[in-house]
């Protein structure tokens, strides 16, 4: 069967607006697909008597004069659709009585032929009747399917030959007898026979105005999960040949199926079909979405969306499932912006300079908003929704959150949600290269804070997390490394404690020793400007846990404070605060730096 023709974006506009000079200026083939309409419009008496409409209606037919396919159309059109619609309403009681029985008919009498050869030879009349027998065949069938999916083969609907004028005989059917045939239920039970999505646009192509009324039906009574039924998977191509269509209407009918609840492929489907007017160097509009159901207040969205990945991690992988088409398109994101890399396997000859040596080049500085998007949302996407990544996805990720960003404020939040993610997925680290990878990372993170710290101009680096987690992992406190973790990362994650076993390894007998950590905050510094709007982990928090631990008395760590001066660290504002009974004020570890009113006296240290 040769490709069908769709209407174009041009032509549905054109439509909409009937702006005739733009129908003129339409192909052939392209208008033969919307003459039910125009031959409607150009002999129907009109409800606009301007002389506006009338010079329009005069280029409508000169436009129609050349087509052979309109005399036909005005054969249709000249019927008694009264007399027709009567025989109609019969014929449904008659189906009724019988239980849906189709052995008798009122509209067609008993075919010689097949329906094809029959509706061949048949005068306009009897396709009416051909055509109208069998949508309310379809449409009976549909309404006692209680919701179980079906595919009716049907001649009428099948032929290569005859479409084109079956959608005639459909399209005019529709104009003439709405109240028989309501659009919607027209457009549902055209879901059940082959070619239904090109009969679908067609019909609403030359019935503009019922564009969202149609899509807004379609998805109110389509699945909650579209993937897991042959029925879900042709309701959703449906629906994305309209937007094709119609594209300035795809978000809206986006957030129609975000508010039902249902059809989540054709939301993501949408999404990857939009493509914005100008080129955006922000986040692309699909980790936006996806960020968004997640990541959003609506806990039924959330649940909702999670369901679609998890069922479709199920499936085979096919190159037709939007979840595949999804990852792949957000794994091409992912490696766009990764820096020049080398292989985690193979050595580097090329040393440019010291960073170089690890094997990566900085992150682009216009780079770093949407690295961090994407590391968020593959959070959201393991951690809420259960996305298994795969090997592809594991190595891009772990060499994405590995790389070296700018010292700017961004870049400081880009190497904090690194780090968590590697604390909650520890996974990712799956090789002993990929883990050597790991420690040279975190070591430069080591070397790097202060600098950092000063050039970013904030308050609180990666620097005190760093630390901070550190000493947790030191005095086995993994759930406060856990609700850290949430709390970087903005989201709720199920992280067990035992996952966390290779990583506390890792820092306490490779990188942060105790006597490390401990000679380490020493020489931390007192927070400029220190004030009650700090947010994040301050070197207070810090300190404030090794006094705790007693690692400086531990560790012959010395220790000295003298009457007017804090010498080298912030240890003398903690022993302050102890001396002074202030021990509250230091509890909240993980809700930033937890000032409150009373305690203002100490903005002056």
């Known amino acids: 069967m040769p490709r069908l023709q769709f209407v174009s974006p041009y ?67 000249s019927v008694d659709f009264h007399a027709l619609e009567q025989d109609a309403r019969k014929e449904q009681q008659l189906r009724h009585k019988a239980g849906g029985s189709n052995g008798e008919s009122i509209l067609v009498s008993q075919l010689q032929h097949g329906l094809t050869l029959e509706f061949e030879h048949s005068d306009p009349l009897r396709r009416l009747r051909l055509a109208l027998s069998e949508l309310l065949a379809i449409m009976n069938k549909v309404a006692d399917s209680n919701g179980e999916w079906f595919l009716k083969s049907s001649e009428l609907f099948e032929s290569p030959v005859y479409l084109e004028e079956v959608a005639d005989v459909l399209c005019i059917l529709q104009a003439e007898l709405p109240s028989l045939l309501p659009i919607i239920d027209v457009a549902e039970a055209l879901l059940h026979v082959r070619n239904g999505d090109w009969f679908l646009c067609l019909l609403v192509a030359n019935v503009p105005d019922s564009f969202n009324e149609v899509c807004r039906g379609l998805i109110k009574n389509g699945e909650r999960q579209d993937e897991e039924s042959m029925g879900g998977r042709r309701r959703t191509e449906a629906l994305r040949q309209l937007c094709q269509m119609n594209p300035s209407q795809a978000l809206n009918i986006r957030a129609m199926v975000v508010e039902e609840c249902h059809l989540p492929g054709l939301g993501v489907a949408l999404t990857l079909d939009y493509k914005p007017d100008t080129a955006d160097d922000a986040v692309s509009p699909l980790v936006s979405y996806v960020s968004g159901l997640l990541l959003g207040t609506n806990g039924k969205v959330r649940t909702w969306f999670s369901m679609f990945i ?31 890399s080398r292989s985690t396997h193979e ?48 190595e891009q990720l772990l060499q994405l959150m590995t790389s070296r960003p700018p010292a700017t404020p961004a870049g400081v939040r880009f190497v904090s949600l690194s780090f968590c993610k590697l604390l909650a997925f520890p996974t990712l680290v799956s090789t002993p290269e990929q883990e050597q990878l790991m ?33 947790y992992f030191h005095s086995n406190q993994l759930s ?35 006597q490390v950590v401990t000679a380490h905050a020493v020489r931390v510094a007192v927070t400029n400007n220190l004030s009650a709007n700090i947010t994040g982990f301050l070197p207070i928090h810090c300190i404030y846990q090794l006094l705790r631990s007693r690692a400086f008395t531990k560790h012959k760590v010395s220790i000295k404070v003298g009457r007017s001066q804090v010498c080298g660290s912030v240890i003398g504002l903690v022993i302050f605060l102890l001396i002074h009974g202030s021990i509250d004020w230091l509890l909240p570890m993980n809700e930033g730096c937890g000032f409150g009113e009373q305690h203002g006296e100490f903005h002056l240290l």
Request: some cysteine.
């Open 11 to 77: 032509a549905f506009e054109a439509m909409q607006k009937v702006d005739v000079v733009r129908l003129a200026a339409l192909s052939d083939p392209e208008l033969r697909l919307l003459l039910p309409c125009l031959v409607r419009m150009a002999l129907c008496a009109p409800a606009d008597q301007s002389q506006s409409w009338a010079q329009d209606k005069k280029l409508i037919l000169r436009l129609l004069s050349g087509v052979e396919a309109v005399n036909s159309i005005v054969a249709l059109l």
């Open 310 to 340: 998890r069922n479709g991690q199920q499936r085979k992988r096919e190159s037709s499932s939007v979840l595949w088409q999804m990852r792949r398109q957000l794994l091409l994101e992912l490696v766009a912006i990764l820096p020049r």
């Open 347 to 394: 050595p580097n000859d090329s040393v440019e300079d010291a960073e170089s040596s690890s094997g990566y080049s900085g992150l682009r500085e216009e780079h770093v908003v949407k690295a961090s998007a994407l590391l968020r949302l593959y959070c959201a996407l393991m951690g809420i929704a259960g996305l298994r990544p795969t090997d592809e996805e594991a």
């Open 439 to 471: 420690v040279m990372w975190l070591s430069w993170m080591i070397k790097e804070e202060e600098y950092f710290e000063s050039a970013a101009g904030v308050a609180a680096s990666f620097g005190e997390m760093l630390l901070l987690v550190a000493m």
């Open 480 to 514: 406060a490394i856990i609700e850290l973790v949430c709390s970087t990362l903005g989201m709720k994650i199920a992280i067990k404690p035992s996952s966390l076993s290779k990583m506390k390894t890792i820092f306490t007998q490779e990188i942060f020793t105790e």
